[in-house]
């Protein structure tokens, strides 16, 4: 039974060094098989953040931690224009990983990662054709184990509450869940929203494929908006799936409810019954 741990939203530059120690406790306490960071490991790109998350990932393989992790709209440099769009991404393949599409085989589970940041958009991201190909050519290599797909960006506009949907979809949205749905995708793990939240994909996009749609919020960052800093950890079991967010509680981060998902032919739902959880590295 796979456990990850779902990070996003670092944002080094803006981030409060007890958050990050908290962080790195409590991923030891959970013992993941692979800790996720679904982008924005730095505030503005800037080579002294991107030393700082560096040193923050060398910790966590140093502890023993396996690491995926795709880059954010803030780890594209900002002002410095020349970089910007002549080299976006070279600081981030120095300190953090040379690989922009990143894959991870686990007992029971494949992790790929996708980079959606792009130098023309300040925050929006977009999947390109390539990449879709990509998408559907390395996950058709899984067999039955479970296929997740990491990104920063979330492929869809995602409802807060009762109130409209927050943010944009991702660009060439459409066919990006084509490739998804063909490829037959079971988690869609992403952040820059710094917001937690779960949904089936079917009630988002009727053409989305029988996707769990996880988001996660900001774990180290001051950059809030409207909820405490949090991170998820993911239990993958079978035809079910566990989630458990980490929050923020002012002296530690603590789990909250765990919401177990169960997968009913297309379609995952609430379980009436949660999965007791063991777990052991």
Not at 20 to 27: C, D, K
Not at 193 to 204: G, I, T
Request: proline share 4%.
């Amino acid at each position: 039974m796979p456990r990850l741990i779902h990070l996003s939203d670092l944002h080094f530059g803006a981030h409060e060094p007890h958050l990050v120690e908290a962080v790195e406790a409590r991923i030891h306490e959970a013992k993941p098989d692979l800790v996720v960071i679904s982008g924005d490991f730095t505030q503005r790109a800037r080579t002294d953040q991107f030393k700082d998350a560096c040193r923050f990932l060398t910790r966590l393989k140093d502890a023993g931690h396996e690491v995926l992790g795709v880059p954010g709209n803030h780890d594209v440099p900002l002002y410095d224009v020349l970089r910007r769009f002549l080299s976006p991404l070279t600081r981030y393949k120095r300190y953090i990983d040379d690989t922009l599409c990143p894959y991870h085989e686990l007992d029971g589970a494949i992790v790929l990662g996708i980079n959606t940041a792009r130098s023309l958009t300040f925050k929006d991201g977009r999947i390109s054709h390539e990449q879709m190909h990509f998408i559907r050519s390395t996950l058709a290599r899984s067999g039955d184990k479970h296929r997740i797909l990491v990104t920063h960006h979330p492929l869809f506009a995602l409802p807060i509450g009762e109130g409209p949907a927050l943010g944009k979809a991702v660009g060439r949205q459409e066919l990006a869940l084509d490739a998804i749905a063909d490829a037959g995708v079971d988690l869609l793990l992403a952040g820059h929203n710094h917001r937690a939240s779960s949904h089936s994909a079917r009630e988002l996009a009727t053409r989305a494929g029988p996707a769990l749609v996880i988001q996660a919020g900001t774990a180290t960052s001051h950059r809030l908006r409207d909820e405490e800093q949090s991170f998820n950890r993911i239990d993958v079991a079978g035809d079910r799936v566990t989630l458990t967010v980490q929050s923020w509680d002012g002296r530690g981060f603590v789990s909250g409810d765990e919401q177990t998902y169960a997968r009913e032919g297309d379609h995952w739902r609430l379980a009436k019954h949660p999965v007791a959880l063991e777990h052991s590295r």
